[in-house]
């Protein structure tokens, strides 16, 4: 553990500097985001998913040594926050007065709604939730993400589910602090340190997940507005990312730094991952236990199980991906 400060690491980036590699990650992108290969049974949509080969998959399955299981969600709020001025809705439909205590068959039954896209629950982005100059991922118009749906970038590209080995790289224990504060960002120096000091190497198809400590700073201080104030990575890490063919990223955070260091860019991770490179993301997840998990355990990858919701036309879902070490 280093216990290095990391802002001063990671200067603010200028809009050319962003838009110059921007254009880089989309130009790499691009080829297989049309070619169908991989077995792309979705004319080529799938993104970095492409690199989540049969293959790989399948050798995922011998990460699994322990036979234990670990939630990556957090648990759905219902109670108004700093962070989560709009929580989920939950609320019983039944059984109706008086039915509880008559003879025969009832049912408990209940109704659940969310903003998918907050900043407290765990979610998934689909490919078609980022806009960036009136294009979606892969060249597809703006047009495409109607008021109703959105069409060829939604959630049913991943109906099967996203299942592959997945490398948490703690970044908090790589610095020698809980949590990182809200402002700093993870580099790509970070992330190869803490494959080094973690003794793991992330690699194509992986689902490579950074943790933060945002979830450990809000349960021991308390919710703040992280729409305003939060760590994450700094863009200038993404072609980490391009580089080791990542299939999916997931934060405990948002994945990205709050206030942003791209002026005029306030989510340039999202920008570059889901619009530009087609990878997506996994926001908000909870990562203690896993943490303490692979600690123990002496190792950092692990299987990792993604069911989406079956929601056609969605951008994004509420996720409860597994980790099996």
Same mark, same amino acid.
């Given at each position: 553990?280093?216990?290095?400060?990391?802002?001063?690491?990671?200067?603010?980036?200028?809009?050319?500097?962003?838009?110059?590699?921007?254009?880089?990650?989309?130009?790499?992108?691009?080829?297989?985001?049309?070619?169908?290969?991989?077995?792309? @049974?979705?004319? =080529?949509?799938?993104?970095?998913?492409?690199?989540?080969?049969?293959?790989?998959?399948?050798?995922?399955?011998?990460?699994?040594?322990?036979?234990?299981?670990?939630?990556?969600?957090?648990?759905?709020?219902?109670?108004? =926050?700093?962070?989560?001025?709009?929580?989920?809705?939950?609320?019983? @439909?039944?059984?109706?007065?008086?039915?509880?205590?008559?003879?025969?068959?009832?049912?408990?039954? !209940?109704?659940?709604?969310?903003?998918?896209?907050?900043?407290?629950?765990?979610?998934?982005?689909?490919?078609?939730?980022?806009?960036?100059?009136?294009?979606?991922?892969?060249?597809?118009?703006? =047009?495409?993400?109607?008021?109703?749906?959105?069409?060829?970038?939604?959630? !049913?590209?991943?109906?099967?589910?996203?299942?592959?080995?997945?490398?948490?790289?703690?970044?908090?224990?790589?610095? =020698?602090?809980?949590?990182?504060?809200?402002? !700093?960002?993870? @580099?790509?120096?970070?992330?190869?340190?803490?494959?080094?000091?973690?003794?793991?190497?992330?690699?194509?198809?992986?689902?490579?997940?950074?943790?933060?400590?945002?979830?450990?700073?809000?349960?021991?201080?308390?919710?703040?507005?992280?729409?305003? *104030?939060?760590?994450?990575?700094?863009?200038? *890490?993404?072609?980490?990312?391009?580089?080791?063919?990542?299939?999916?990223?997931?934060?405990?955070?948002?994945?990205?730094?709050?206030?942003?260091?791209?002026?005029?860019?306030?989510?340039?991770?999202?920008?570059?991952?889901?619009?530009?490179?087609?990878?997506?993301?996994? !926001?908000?997840?909870?990562?203690?236990?896993?943490?303490?998990?692979?600690?123990?355990?002496?190792?950092?990858?692990?299987?990792?199980?993604?069911?989406?919701?079956?929601?056609?036309?969605?951008?994004?879902?509420?996720?409860?991906?597994?980790?099996?070490?």
């Amino acid at each position: 553990m280093t216990g290095r400060p990391g802002p001063a690491a990671a200067p603010p980036m200028s809009a050319a500097d962003f838009r110059t590699l921007y254009e880089r990650l989309r130009r790499t992108a691009r080829p297989a985001a049309h070619d169908g290969a991989g077995g792309d @049974t979705h004319g =080529g949509r799938r993104g970095a998913l492409r690199h989540l080969t049969p293959a790989r998959v399948a050798a995922a399955a011998a990460e699994v040594r322990l036979g234990r299981t670990v939630s990556l969600a957090a648990p759905i709020e219902t109670r108004p =926050g700093p962070d989560n001025p709009e929580p989920a809705r939950h609320r019983m @439909t039944g059984p109706a007065p008086g039915e509880a205590r008559a003879g025969g068959v009832h049912f408990a039954v !209940d109704r659940f709604a969310m903003n998918v896209h907050g900043d407290a629950d765990s979610h998934l982005d689909a490919l078609g939730h980022v806009l960036y100059d009136g294009e979606l991922y892969g060249g597809v118009p703006a =047009g495409d993400a109607t008021a109703a749906a959105v069409r060829s970038l939604s959630l !049913d590209l991943v109906r099967e589910g996203v299942v592959g080995r997945g490398v948490l790289l703690d970044v908090p224990r790589l610095r =020698g602090v809980p949590w990182l504060e809200p402002g !700093d960002h993870v @580099t790509a120096q970070d992330l190869t340190a803490a494959e080094t000091a973690q003794g793991v190497r992330v690699g194509p198809g992986d689902l490579l997940l950074v943790r933060v400590g945002h979830r450990r700073r809000r349960g021991q201080l308390g919710a703040w507005e992280a729409a305003r *104030a939060r760590a994450g990575l700094h863009p200038r *890490a993404m072609p980490f990312l391009a580089e080791r063919e990542v299939a999916v990223l997931g934060g405990d955070g948002n994945n990205d730094t709050a206030p942003s260091a791209v002026a005029g860019v306030a989510f340039p991770v999202h920008v570059l991952a889901v619009q530009a490179m087609g990878v997506h993301l996994m !926001d908000y997840l909870q990562f203690e236990e896993l943490a303490e998990a692979c600690a123990q355990a002496g190792r950092w990858s692990f299987l990792c199980v993604v069911a989406p919701l079956r929601l056609p036309g969605a951008t994004g879902c509420p996720v409860n991906p597994l980790a099996v070490l």
